[in-house]
């Protein structure tokens, strides 16, 4: 039997991402690198052949797949409610949350400008984020980060596929924004961390906002009970 | 943004500027509508002009939605807190203390999420058109019917023939209004109470005949119960029920007698059946 029988065999009989750490583990003579190979020679294969499904890497890991434009038949026998799409509110939290894991509510918040609690709520129902820890300080916050599940949901291989900033059409880089120093120039060019550039928001304001958005929370939590 | 409230702005010199504030997804969204749809350079906001649209935008909001009302007029006071910086001088400070920067940090930040956003959804979308194993739903059970039956008909007619119908009896049901009242046995209860810290739930049946007194006095004390007025014990199913006042100096630490099955009796007597 090769490499590439077995490694296929694998992907075929797994419903979800698997690393080439994780289908190494078919048998002794594999590794991970024999495994990439076997991968590279089963996506030729399938290409050559015309089949209708390929090998995706998503999600840190591999996964058969069947080919987008099999889609509208494929459709036909979608009797299984799927999850539905995002909406606007959910994307724009997720994308916050993806760029700058670990982050709390309180700074989503300000970075969105409105109150965020039930979208976040809703956003670790569905699995793509979950707490990551704890932030130090008054209440110590929880902090969200995106999921496995996230990254197969968008299908991205890794937070490295997210769009990265200097992609954008928005122009971050080619003027230093007002009250920008040197420094926090610098980190704007850095990708994948737009964040990082906003890091130093006002004490006071946050604070302030804490408390508010708290008092509502608390409220609403009581409506629910009651 | 869940603005209950579509107001428009009057329309003035600024007719591209119709808002439908329940279109934005918060402030910041406005505040971009605003700059961009004017083609203002956003790193030389004019705030005075900005500020007065953003007023005349949120107008409409009403108390009703305190949350996102809330955030817009916590952006308004943002906006007037710049421009009333704007206008004081500024001696001796650098140019880079502008009172505008953070908004402006925010503002393009907020476009930048805006825009990573978008392009995750088509992401979404190029995903939701591949599929993995176990998407096509398994082939539906077999229906219970037709499995085939292992009894023949004579079997069948034999059970049936050994059926005894049962004799038809009269059944009269008689609706009446209810005599006896929750409140009544509240009373009952309470009054019970004032005289001891408590009292066993078959004591307040005694002297009455029918069934309803023991539902109703059982229903008030839960009731009351719910009020917090008073705790109802039990040591075990079945056993006498307890009614305790409920005061400060009679806390949890009273703690019901040992029931044995003479108080379960005692209970079965006191509730007429």
């Known amino acids: 039997m090769n490499p590439h029988q077995i490694v296929e065999a694998v992907l075929f009989a797994s419903d979800a991402p698997l690393t080439a750490d994780e289908i190494a583990r078919a048998d002794e003579m594999l590794d991970e690198d024999q495994v990439e190979d076997a991968l590279q020679y089963l996506r030729a294969e399938y290409d050559d052949a015309g089949r209708s499904f390929e090998v995706v890497e998503v999600a840190e890991g591999y996964q058969v797949l069947t080919r987008p434009e099999y889609a509208p038949y494929l459709e036909r026998f979608d009797n299984v409610p799927r999850p539905s799409r995002l909406s606007g509110p959910a994307l724009e939290t997720l994308a916050i949350i993806a760029y700058r894991q670990p982050i709390g509510r309180i700074e989503i918040e300000y970075i969105r400008g409105v109150g965020s609690s039930g979208v976040i709520r809703t956003l670790q129902d569905r699995r793509l984020i979950d707490v990551v820890g704890r932030a130090e300080g008054l209440g110590r916050p929880l902090l969200y980060g995106t999921t496995t599940h996230f990254l197969e949901h968008f299908g991205f291989k890794s937070l490295e596929d997210l769009p990265r900033p200097e992609e954008l059409p928005i122009v971050l880089r080619d003027r230093t924004p007002l009250g920008a120093d040197e420094d926090e120039q610098a980190r704007i060019e850095e990708p994948s961390v737009i964040g990082d550039l906003f890091e130093g928001e006002p004490e006071a304001a946050e604070a302030g906002e804490d408390q508010d958005v708290a008092d509502v929370e608390g409220e609403t939590e009581t409506a629910e009970s009651g | ?273």
């Open chain 2, 1 to 273: 943004m869940d603005l209950t409230v579509a107001e428009r702005v009057e329309a003035g010199r600024d007719d591209f500027l119709l808002v439908e504030i329940e279109r934005f997804q918060g402030p910041l969204d406005l505040l971009l509508h605003l700059i961009r749809t004017q083609d203002i350079e956003i790193f030389d906001i004019p705030i005075a002009k900005i500020t007065s649209q953003f007023l005349d935008a949120i107008r409409g909001l009403e108390a009703t939605d305190l949350d996102g009302a809330g955030e817009f007029l916590e952006m308004a006071a943002t906006l007037i807190h710049i421009k009333s910086q704007m206008l004081l001088p500024r001696p001796g400070q650098d140019e880079d203390e502008d009172p505008r920067a953070e908004l402006v940090r925010r503002l393009l930040e907020y476009e930048q999420i805006r825009e990573i956003s978008a392009r995750m959804r088509s992401a979404e979308a190029d995903r939701s058109r591949r599929f993995g194993k176990g998407y096509v739903p398994p082939r539906p059970k077999r229906d219970l019917f037709e499995v085939p039956l292992e009894t023949t008909w004579d079997e069948v007619f034999e059970a049936a023939l050994t059926v005894v119908m049962p004799e038809p009896r009269n059944r009269t049901h008689r609706v009446t209004t209810r005599t006896v009242t929750m409140e009544e046995k509240a009373v009952l209860i309470l009054d019970a109470l004032k005289k001891s810290t408590r009292v066993e739930f078959g004591k307040l049946l005694l002297g009455f005949k029918e069934r309803s007194h023991g539902v109703m006095t059982f229903l008030a004390g839960l009731e009351l119960t719910r009020r917090r007025m008073l705790f109802l014990r039990q040591t075990r199913p079945f056993a006498a029920l307890w009614i305790y006042r409920r005061d400060d100096e009679n806390g949890s630490g009273v703690e019901p007698p040992g029931d044995g099955d003479e108080d379960h009796h005692d209970e079965e007597e006191g509730v007429p059946g």
